[in-house]
T-cell receptor, first 114, second 110 residues
Framework: AQSVAQPEDQVNVAEGNPLTVKCTYSVSGNPYLFWYVQYPNRGLQFLLK??????LVKGSYGFEAEFNKSQTSFHLKKPSALVSDSALYFCAVINMDSSYKLIFGSGTRLLVRP | NAGVTQTPKFQVLKTGQSMTLQCAQDMNHNSMYWYRQDPGMGLRLIYYSASEGTTDKGEVPNGYNVSRLNKREFSLRLESAAPSQTSVYFCASRPSTEAFFGQGTRLTVV
């Protein structure tokens, strides 16, 4: 079965410090992986994706993510957090070998304190 | 371009009433999706449509039906609303890679 796990409900970090939001996935074929961000009372905004190629992908607002096939992980990172990064972050996966089903994790709330 | 448009934005229903949530996209995307978002549960896939004329069940399809009558539109129907269906509903469309989301419909069933 296809699934995504975000083990942390909330991540707290001080402004200027690096941040990591964790994501692990399970699919039977080749995954496409995504990160989205949601600000209060808004829809989801696309941040970045892994399709193929370089395991380190860069996205919007200085975010990046590292695809690790052996650990089936796709952690979101940023070298220096901003207070404005505080939001709800979702990891998602699709198995492009056999399905168009796009599955999301439960979300991680990032709180960046000044 | 409007992107993905959902109507209505807010709705209050009484238990047992029916309604249809509308979703339209103007980006010529093949795949479309309906999700519900509940606190602590993330986004759960209700139904999806890989292409015009096809639909498939997602993670939580019970109590819902969908229609993909053309490439632009993908509607979600609640035949007999229940309080457990109180949620924020998101529609999305996807070409070949990332999905694009509507602004959501906040549905309350009393």
């Amino acid at each position: 079965a296809q699934s995504v796990a975000q083990p942390e409900d909330q991540v707290n970090v001080a402004e200027g410090n690096p941040l990591t939001v964790k994501c692990t996935y399970s699919v039977s074929g080749n995954p496409y992986l995504f990160w989205y961000v949601q600000y209060p009372n808004r829809g989801l905004q696309f941040l970045l994706k892994y399709i193929t190629g370089d395991n380190l992908v860069k996205g919007s607002y200085g975010f990046e993510a590292e695809f690790n096939k052996s650990q089936t992980s796709f952690h979101l990172k940023k070298p220096s957090a901003l207070v404005s990064d505080s939001a709800l972050y979702f990891c998602a996966v699709i198995n492009m070998d056999s399905s168009y089903k796009l599955i999301f994790g439960s979300g991680t709330r990032l709180l960046v304190r000044p | 371009n409007a992107g993905v448009t959902q109507t209505p934005k807010f709705q209050v229903l009484k238990t047992g009433q029916s309604m249809t949530l509308q979703c339209a996209q103007d980006m010529n995307h093949n795949s479309m999706y309906w999700y519900r978002q509940d606190p602590g549960m993330g986004l759960r896939l209700i139904y999806y449509s890989a292409s015009e004329g096809t639909t498939d069940k997602g993670e939580v399809p019970n109590g819902y039906n969908v229609s993909r009558l053309n490439k632009r539109e993908f509607s979600l129907r609640l035949e007999s609303a229940a309080p457990s269906q109180t949620s924020v509903y998101f529609c999305a469309s996807r070409p070949s890679t990332e999905a694009f989301f509507g602004q959501g419909t906040r549905l309350t069933v009393v």
